[in-house]
């Protein structure tokens, strides 16, 4: 019944306060059993209570009451330990972090209560967990806390069943706990009496600061002017990349975004994630916080001291991005802090609580009307994603190259770890390491059966693999990245063993089986095998990876098939010649190294396709950020109307294979510029070529007699494209299948990398 043990305080609180006696026993199968005695009108009162109040983490499948004749059997309400041995013995429960709760905001700011503006306030059901345990079971001594011994105060309540803060392992106050301190760049203490108090007014003067949180560090600066978020964007080395926000609460969210029920839900749970929303009409926050963008990323404050904060500041809403240096993971040290942020941060705000897990904020947006997670991490983990089967083996996952997290298989159960980042460099590898290794501590794996990783062999991820398995003596299995994209979707939606899918797999690029990078991808298949039955049409990347920094030489590469040199060299000064660093002497040598056909990978990828329609359209000549020139173009295409341009898609087949072309929606794209306003062509490009994908997937699944279409990659953030998608599936009485669990993007990979290996697949 209820899925924490911290429920099981809960219950006894609610019980003895109604002065019934009985017990509750934890059953240790993830059941609880309460026998109470009482009133009458007390009971109803309590099932009240326990329906309506309980803890936001406990959740409930289900509830049966029965009532009995009074017998007069107990004179005591207790809590019973459960004798029976826990059915699931080597996997405990382990809490994510919890947004501060409500009783916990009103004691904060309570002028009479102990912990008035006490920034680490926290209590049995709210606080941080997962970025605080170095070890299991979760008890204060396994946790970070252990620094701060309980004063007796504190003590009393953590000893008293009665109290809210009953064996509370996160419970501290202002005599015993953390402290939070406002330094310069040097680390000298500028204030240690109100330090929250003065970092507002730093804010609200245009400050630069870096606050170190509950699992990592966050650089901060207001939002109401440009000057400040663009010497960030400066400091940072972020030209473009848009920087999440936090406001004070959700009214203050409506005054500048849009709020749907299903994001307003997402953004005040208590697992508080950052939440992609569409700018309102009435927008007036600076626009180098997302520029380009139709969408702004704003979350609500977490932490006692998130809210302290909004106190102090006279700012609507503040910068909250990660404090790193550019591709390195997060500052969690006071000491990394002030070291690797000194040219970024004015001032420092700090304390003496240690993180034992980095953990960036979980980033999500709501796509078609279902939460799509592009970051899972924060509130999220560690919670396992849940099985249809259970594994003989155990696995490990290293994952692939970009936003990566790693994951641990055991039984019923997936394991992700926190979200890592692009594992290119030693730190963020050392990172990713030590996480799969806390992870396996956490569910007490000493060392697993066999590992997968990701088939390409030059990525870090890939070569971790190998030498971890050659330490353990176990096998290494590569498992192709479209192909663990479409197993994430499968298990996450518990797709029978004997069912086959048709999943479309449309992203950036992932390694192919036959050595070339693949990326707009039609597989049938299942758990353990596939079939790649379609892909978008292969088109050259002159420049190899320059192509994907700068789409106007995929324009190029697409472009040269059907136009003559003169002709292509002409429309690319024409529209595109801001994408040639060099401008004309840089286009002449790729126009060179396109008929002399060196160095021209070919690529199937739906991400290029896209970054090409963006340059050709002059949204984006310079990708700074993943998926950059695809996301302005669909910001574009919002505005749009995808009927008043003329955009077609042609299906061509190639032996049993299905081969999209895009070579014409390149062309009828150039044409309908010089016609159709730029925002309608982007939308009618988009929908062709989500429709070429969804005719191709609807045929091979007549074919076949299957009833299932999914669509994952990262190109299934793209609202048009997915509900363009959507709607083709359903026309055809099939049904369809999309991310809620896992990303739909390369944050998930890990998971279908490890449930593919653990059915077999080799
Ligand atoms: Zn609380
Ligand atoms: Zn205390
Ligand atoms: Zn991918």
Same mark, same amino acid.
């Given at each position: 019944m209820f899925k924490e043990l911290v429920s099981v305080p809960f219950v006894y609180r609610i019980a003895v306060k109604r002065a019934l006696t009985g017990y509750v026993l934890n059953q240790g199968d993830g059941s609880v059993k309460i026998v109470v005695e009482g009133e009458k009108k007390n009971i109803d009162d309590f099932l009240e209570v326990l329906k309506n109040d309980k803890p936001p983490i406990s959740k409930y499948t289900s509830i049966n009451v029965k009532f009995m004749n009074y017998r007069g059997e107990f004179s005591t309400f207790k809590i019973k330990k459960s004798k029976k041995k826990t059915k699931k013995s080597g996997i405990s429960y382990i809490p994510p972090d919890i947004a501060i709760c409500k009783e916990c905001l009103h004691e904060l700011f309570d002028p009479n209560d102990r912990r008035y503006l006490y920034p680490f306030i926290a209590c049995s059901i709210c606080g941080p967990r997962f970025t605080i345990i170095f070890?299991?079971?979760?008890?204060?001594?396994?946790?970070?806390?252990?620094?701060?011994?309980?004063?007796?105060?504190?003590?009393?309540?953590?000893?008293?069943?009665?109290?809210?803060?009953?064996?509370?392992?996160?419970?501290?106050?202002?005599?015993?706990? &953390?402290?939070?301190?406002?330094?310069?760049?040097?680390? +000298? #203490?500028?204030?240690? !009496? *109100?330090? =929250?108090? @003065?970092?507002?007014?730093?804010?609200?003067?245009?400050?630069?600061?870096?606050?170190?949180?509950?699992?990592?560090?966050?650089?901060?600066?207001?939002?109401?002017?440009?000057?400040?978020?663009?010497?960030?964007?400066?400091?940072?080395?972020?030209?473009?990349?848009?920087?999440?926000?936090?406001? &004070?609460?959700?009214?203050?969210?409506?005054?500048?975004? +849009? #709020?749907?029920?299903? !994001? *307003?839900? =997402?953004? @005040?749970?208590?697992?508080?994630?950052?939440?992609a929303l569409k700018k309102s009409d009435e927008y007036y926050l600076s626009e180098w916080i997302s520029p380009g963008l139709h969408t702004i990323g704003v979350m609500l404050p977490y932490s006692g001291f998130h809210y302290m904060l909004f106190r102090y500041t006279k700012e609507p809403a503040v910068i909250m991005t990660s404090g790193n240096l550019p591709r390195e993971p997060m500052a969690i040290t006071n000491e990394d802090a002030l070291k690797r942020l000194r040219n970024i941060a004015d001032y420092f705000l700090l304390h003496n609580r240690r993180i034992y897990q980095r953990c960036d904020d979980s980033v999500i947006r709501v796509v078609d009307g279902l939460p799509k997670f592009l970051r899972r991490s924060r509130g999220?983990?560690?919670?396992?994603?849940?099985?249809?089967?259970?594994?003989?083996?155990?696995?490990?996952?290293?994952?692939?190259?970009?936003?990566?997290?790693?994951?641990?298989?055991?039984?019923?159960?997936?394991?992700?770890?926190?979200?890592?980042?692009?594992?290119?460099?030693?730190?963020?590898?050392?990172?990713?390491?030590?996480?799969?290794?806390?992870?396996?501590?956490?569910?007490r794996v000493k060392k697993p059966d066999i590992i997968a990783c990701d088939l390409h062999p030059l990525f870090l991820t890939t070569r971790l693999a190998k030498e971890l398995a050659e330490q353990w003596n176990i096998d290494v299995v590569k498992v192709q990245h479209h192909f663990a994209h479409m197993v994430k979707l499968l298990v996450e939606h518990?797709?029978?063993?004997?069912?086959?899918?048709?999943?479309?797999?449309?992203?950036?690029?992932?390694?192919?089986?036959?050595?070339?990078?693949?990326?707009?991808?039609?597989?049938?298949?299942?758990?353990?095998?596939?079939?790649?039955?379609?892909?978008?049409?292969?088109?050259?990347?002159?420049?190899?990876?320059?192509?994907?920094?700068?789409?106007?030489?995929?324009?190029?590469?697409?472009?040269?098939?059907?136009?003559?040199?003169?002709?292509?060299?002409?429309?690319?000064?024409?529209?595109?010649?801001?994408?040639?660093?060099?401008?004309?002497?840089?286009?002449?040598?790729?126009?060179?190294q396109i008929s002399k056909k060196i160095n021209l990978t070919e690529t199937t990828s739906a991400g290029r396709v896209l970054d090409a329609i963006s340059a050709l359209l002059g949204i984006c000549f310079e990708r700074t950020y993943e998926g950059e020139p695809a996301m302005r173009l669909e910001s574009i295409a919002t505005l749009g109307d995808p009927s008043k341009a003329k955009v077609t898609v042609s299906i061509e087949q190639d032996g049993g294979t299905y081969v999209i072309n895009t070579t014409n929606i390149l062309l009828d794209v150039l044409e309908e510029s010089k016609k159709a306003r730029r925002e309608h062509v982007a939308a009618a490009a988009q929908e062709a070529l989500a429709k070429g994908l969804v005719s191709a997937a609807i045929n091979i699944a007549m074919e076949e007699g299957i009833k299932i279409i999914g669509f994952s990659g990262g190109v299934a953030y793209n609202e048009a494209i997915t509900k363009t998608i959507r709607k083709e599936v359903e026309k055809y009485k099939l049904k369809f299948i999309s991310h809620r669990l896992l990303p739909p993007g390369d944050g998930g990979i890990s998971a279908g990398q490890t449930v593919a290996t653990a059915m077999g697949y080799r």
């Amino acid at each position: 019944m209820f899925k924490e043990l911290v429920s099981v305080p809960f219950v006894y609180r609610i019980a003895v306060k109604r002065a019934l006696t009985g017990y509750v026993l934890n059953q240790g199968d993830g059941s609880v059993k309460i026998v109470v005695e009482g009133e009458k009108k007390n009971i109803d009162d309590f099932l009240e209570v326990l329906k309506n109040d309980k803890p936001p983490i406990s959740k409930y499948t289900s509830i049966n009451v029965k009532f009995m004749n009074y017998r007069g059997e107990f004179s005591t309400f207790k809590i019973k330990k459960s004798k029976k041995k826990t059915k699931k013995s080597g996997i405990s429960y382990i809490p994510p972090d919890i947004a501060i709760c409500k009783e916990c905001l009103h004691e904060l700011f309570d002028p009479n209560d102990r912990r008035y503006l006490y920034p680490f306030i926290a209590c049995s059901i709210c606080g941080p967990r997962f970025t605080i345990i170095f070890d299991l079971p979760y008890d204060r001594d396994k946790t970070t806390m252990v620094d701060f011994p309980l004063c007796p105060e504190c003590a009393r309540e953590y000893e008293d069943p009665l109290d809210r803060r009953f064996h509370a392992q996160v419970i501290a106050c202002p005599v015993c706990g &953390p402290k939070m301190v406002l330094c310069d760049k040097n680390g +000298e #203490v500028i204030d240690d !009496e *109100e330090p =929250l108090k @003065t970092a507002g007014k730093l804010i609200d003067e245009g400050y630069i600061l870096a606050i170190r949180g509950i699992g990592g560090t966050h650089i901060a600066t207001k939002t109401t002017e440009d000057d400040p978020v663009l010497t960030l964007r400066e400091r940072r080395r972020r030209p473009w990349q848009p920087f999440a926000i936090m406001a &004070p609460d959700i009214n203050v969210v409506r005054s500048f975004a +849009e #709020v749907s029920k299903v !994001e *307003e839900e =997402l953004l @005040t749970s208590f697992r508080r994630p950052i939440v992609a929303l569409k700018k309102s009409d009435e927008y007036y926050l600076s626009e180098w916080i997302s520029p380009g963008l139709h969408t702004i990323g704003v979350m609500l404050p977490y932490s006692g001291f998130h809210y302290m904060l909004f106190r102090y500041t006279k700012e609507p809403a503040v910068i909250m991005t990660s404090g790193n240096l550019p591709r390195e993971p997060m500052a969690i040290t006071n000491e990394d802090a002030l070291k690797r942020l000194r040219n970024i941060a004015d001032y420092f705000l700090l304390h003496n609580r240690r993180i034992y897990q980095r953990c960036d904020d979980s980033v999500i947006r709501v796509v078609d009307g279902l939460p799509k997670f592009l970051r899972r991490s924060r509130g999220y983990v560690p919670e396992p994603i849940i099985l249809p089967f259970k594994s003989s083996v155990v696995v490990l996952g290293t994952g692939p190259e970009l936003r990566v997290t790693g994951a641990v298989l055991l039984e019923d159960r997936c394991f992700l770890t926190q979200h890592i980042g692009d594992v290119e460099i030693l730190e963020t590898l050392e990172f990713l390491k030590e996480s799969l290794f806390h992870m396996m501590k956490l569910t007490r794996v000493k060392k697993p059966d066999i590992i997968a990783c990701d088939l390409h062999p030059l990525f870090l991820t890939t070569r971790l693999a190998k030498e971890l398995a050659e330490q353990w003596n176990i096998d290494v299995v590569k498992v192709q990245h479209h192909f663990a994209h479409m197993v994430k979707l499968l298990v996450e939606h518990k797709i029978p063993l004997d069912e086959n899918i048709v999943c479309i797999v449309a992203d950036g690029v992932g390694y192919g089986l036959d050595g070339k990078p693949w990326g707009g991808e039609i597989f049938v298949g299942s758990y353990n095998w596939f079939e790649r039955r379609g892909h978008l049409e292969p088109q050259p990347m002159p420049g190899g990876d320059l192509a994907a920094k700068y789409p106007a030489r995929m324009v190029a590469g697409i472009l040269s098939k059907v136009l003559s040199m003169e002709e292509l060299r002409e429309i690319l000064l024409d529209k595109c010649i801001k994408g040639f660093k060099k401008g004309e002497i840089e286009l002449n040598i790729v126009l060179s190294q396109i008929s002399k056909k060196i160095n021209l990978t070919e690529t199937t990828s739906a991400g290029r396709v896209l970054d090409a329609i963006s340059a050709l359209l002059g949204i984006c000549f310079e990708r700074t950020y993943e998926g950059e020139p695809a996301m302005r173009l669909e910001s574009i295409a919002t505005l749009g109307d995808p009927s008043k341009a003329k955009v077609t898609v042609s299906i061509e087949q190639d032996g049993g294979t299905y081969v999209i072309n895009t070579t014409n929606i390149l062309l009828d794209v150039l044409e309908e510029s010089k016609k159709a306003r730029r925002e309608h062509v982007a939308a009618a490009a988009q929908e062709a070529l989500a429709k070429g994908l969804v005719s191709a997937a609807i045929n091979i699944a007549m074919e076949e007699g299957i009833k299932i279409i999914g669509f994952s990659g990262g190109v299934a953030y793209n609202e048009a494209i997915t509900k363009t998608i959507r709607k083709e599936v359903e026309k055809y009485k099939l049904k369809f299948i999309s991310h809620r669990l896992l990303p739909p993007g390369d944050g998930g990979i890990s998971a279908g990398q490890t449930v593919a290996t653990a059915m077999g697949y080799r």
